[in-house]
């Protein structure tokens, strides 16, 4: 197993809609190990039964959330993934395509996992908890998309030069038509 970090899962009348567990595998298999070092536990779950074993709301940075309607929490060493608030954003038909379906498992993953590296890195308090773990997140998609993913680079940049309106102007302000 990647790291030794189990994966359970925990679902309460849920089917999640693709098999989660070999995503799940990969995308472990390439954090670097000293980011992984205490986590202990994985654990796939839906809204419905984190309603049913965890009442009340948590703290994240000047508001209270209900843990259902996030995709994924951290605490002492584990990671819980809310997978139908992962996938609600996303038709079912595309999670058919692995690239697809890896990404947003990722996308929650890893942010969580930021919040893990804090942990271990800087532990104590920080202000902007939620902009340490996305910055994390996104450095550990990064390197998993180029190393894993490597040909959608290739075919970004010959839809490019295909079709050079699909290039952001960053130059210009949003608003301005010229």
């Known amino acids: 197993m990647a790291h030794d970090v189990k994966i359970r899962e925990q679902y309460l009348d849920y089917k999640p809609p693709v ?34 074993s965890w ?40 999670l058919l395509l692995p690239p697809v379906k890896t990404y947003l498992i990722a996308r929650t993953l890893y942010h969580e996992i930021g919040h893990h590296i804090h942990k271990l890195e800087q532990p104590g308090y920080r202000a902007e908890r939620e902009k340490f773990a996305d910055e994390w ?10 190393r894993r993913y490597w040909y959608f680079g290739l075919f970004v940049r010959g839809l490019i030069k295909l079709f050079p309106s699909l290039r952001h102007h960053r130059d210009a302000p949003a608003g301005d038509t010229s």
């Open 19 to 52: 098999i989660l567990y070999g995503s799940l595998q990969l995308l472990l298999r390439h954090v670097p190990h000293e980011h992984v070092a205490d986590l202990r536990t994985v654990t796939l779950t839906n809204s419905a039964a984190l309603l049913k």
């Open 55 to 94: 009442r009340g709301k948590l703290s994240s940075e000047k508001r209270r959330v209900r843990p259902a309607d996030c995709r994924g929490l951290y605490g002492r060493g584990n990671i819980i993934l809310v997978v139908d608030q992962m996938f609600s954003d996303c038709p079912e038909l595309l």
């Open 137 to 146: 997140r996104d450095n550990l998609l990064r390197d998993f998309m180029r």
